[in-house]
């Protein structure tokens, strides 16, 4: 009974922020990439807006995503890209 307890703390916890960022995929060059919701990416004129990050990624730090999904990749320890969707690139 424990462990199902824990796992129901765990799932409340967890859950808010779940539908913000989604599922976790391997971009170009080994990139570790987290998919953003299309809700929470505002376009802006010189790039795109992560509101959940509250995080500005610039037009030149953006590509087109393969598969028509937002996308934040890790290119380093503290940058990242965003692949985007042609609809929107």
Same mark, same amino acid.
């Given at each position: 009974?424990? =462990?199902?307890?824990?796992?129901?703390?765990?799932?409340?916890?967890?859950?808010? /922020? =779940? +539908?913000?960022?989604?599922?976790?995929?391997? +971009?170009?060059?080994? *990139?570790?990439?987290?998919?953003?919701? &299309?809700?929470?990416?505002?376009?802006?004129?010189?790039?795109?807006?992560?509101?959940?990050?509250?995080? /500005?990624?610039? *037009?030149? &730090?953006?590509?087109?995503?393969?598969? +028509?999904?937002?996308?934040?990749?890790?290119?380093?320890?503290? !940058? !990242?890209?965003?692949?985007?969707?042609?609809? =929107?690139?």
């Amino acid at each position: 009974m424990h =462990a199902l307890t824990a796992a129901a703390c765990a799932a409340v916890v967890v859950l808010p /922020f =779940a +539908g913000h960022i989604a599922s976790h995929g391997i +971009g170009p060059n080994h *990139q570790s990439c987290t998919e953003v919701a &299309e809700a929470d990416v505002a376009i802006l004129p010189h790039g795109f807006l992560l509101v959940a990050l509250d995080e /500005f990624v610039p *037009q030149e &730090e953006v590509a087109p995503s393969s598969d +028509g999904r937002f996308w934040r990749c890790a290119t380093g320890a503290e !940058h !990242h890209s965003l692949r985007v969707p042609l609809h =929107a690139y």
